[in-house]
């Protein structure tokens, strides 16, 4: 046992010198420590805001206070939707613009509803707990999606998805 962890030791130690020696005889050898910070690929920004969930059934959907976001791809939302609905897709990298988000709060509806593809996770319920985290209020997400409200034949402008 004692051979093998000093045998083990020797190869570590050897192939350390090997290393080192290539590195310092190489043309542009690798450097030790980085030369500058490495930078953050792709920024994720987590969602904060605490939503509610709402069905298909709910009145507010169709309230004239509500201001209604479809958080589906621009090209599903203009297959169909809901009527008086504004497209904010959800990207899943990227938060929404801040311009994006002055231009909803000025909208002073007393209720944001979002809903989006229904899938799980649901782009509608991340988009709506991403406004929310950035200041509005009374946010709820639509449990089912744009499914759920074509289904419920709330669905038009456009062909259904």
Same mark, same amino acid.
């Given at each position: *046992?004692?051979?093998?962890?000093?045998?083990?030791?020797?190869? %570590?130690?050897?192939?350390?010198?090997v290393?080192?020696?290539? =590195? #310092?005889?190489?043309? =542009?050898?690798?450097?030790? !420590?980085?030369d500058?910070?490495?930078?953050? *690929? !792709?920024p994720?920004?987590?969602? %904060? /805001?605490e939503?509610?969930?709402?069905?298909v059934?709910?009145?507010i959907? #169709?309230?004239?206070?509500?201001?209604?976001?479809?958080?589906?791809?621009?090209?599903?939302?203009? %297959?169909g939707? &809901?009527?008086?609905?504004?497209s904010?897709?959800f990207?899943w990298l990227?938060?929404?613009?801040e311009?994006k988000?002055?231009? #909803?709060?000025k909208t002073r509806?007393?209720r &944001?509803?979002?809903?989006?593809?229904? %899938?799980?996770?649901?782009?509608g319920?991340?988009?709506?707990?991403?406004?929310?985290?950035r200041g *509005?209020? =009374?946010?709820s997400f639509?449990?089912g /999606?744009a499914k759920?409200?074509f289904?419920? /034949?709330?669905?038009?402008?456009?062909?259904?998805?």
């Open positions: *046992m004692k051979s093998l962890i000093r045998d083990t030791l020797v190869v %570590l130690l050897l192939s350390g010198l290393a080192v020696a290539v =590195n #310092l005889f190489r043309p =542009n050898p690798l450097p030790w !420590v980085a500058q910070d490495y930078e953050t *690929m !792709v994720c920004p987590e969602p %904060l /805001g939503v509610d969930e709402i069905t059934e709910s009145d959907i #169709l309230d004239d206070r509500t201001l209604l976001i479809d958080a589906r791809e621009k090209d599903e939302f203009e %297959l939707s &809901v009527p008086k609905a504004v904010v897709p990207d990227d938060p929404v613009p311009e988000v002055a231009e #909803l709060v509806a007393a &944001v509803v979002v809903f989006g593809d229904g %899938l799980d996770p649901d782009s319920r991340e988009l709506a707990r991403e406004l929310a985290g *509005m209020r =009374n946010v639509v449990k /999606g759920a409200l289904e419920a /034949g709330l669905g038009t402008t456009g062909g259904a998805p």
